[in-house]
């Protein structure tokens, strides 16, 4: 029972942000190393867009899934995934 409320609650959260995956339509929007960068200095970014309104962690339009495998990559090289080494 708890693992289909669990699975029930993964699929909710996730139908939310469906309409985010669409593709964007400008053909410079930015793509895979785009997110890897922006990945990297996330961190920073998010410590700057406190005093800097322009900004912004990530970007918006972007090539979709690429950007985002990319985005993730460059977040994790700052250790998110050091746990599961141990």
């Not at 962690?57 to 977040?75: Q, S």
Request: aromatic share 10%; charged share 10%; with cysteine.
């Amino acid at each position: 029972m708890t693992r289909a409320l669990i699975a029930l609650l993964a699929l909710a959260l996730l139908g939310g942000c469906a309409s985010a995956l669409a593709a964007a339509t400008e053909p410079e929007a930015p793509r895979f190393f785009w997110g890897l960068w922006h990945g990297l200095i996330a961190p920073i970014s998010l410590i700057a867009s406190i005093w800097v309104e322009e900004i912004a962690m990530y970007a918006v339009p972007n090539a979709g899934p690429l950007y985002d495998l990319g985005f993730l990559l460059g977040v994790l090289a700052w250790g998110g995934a050091g746990g599961s080494l141990r």
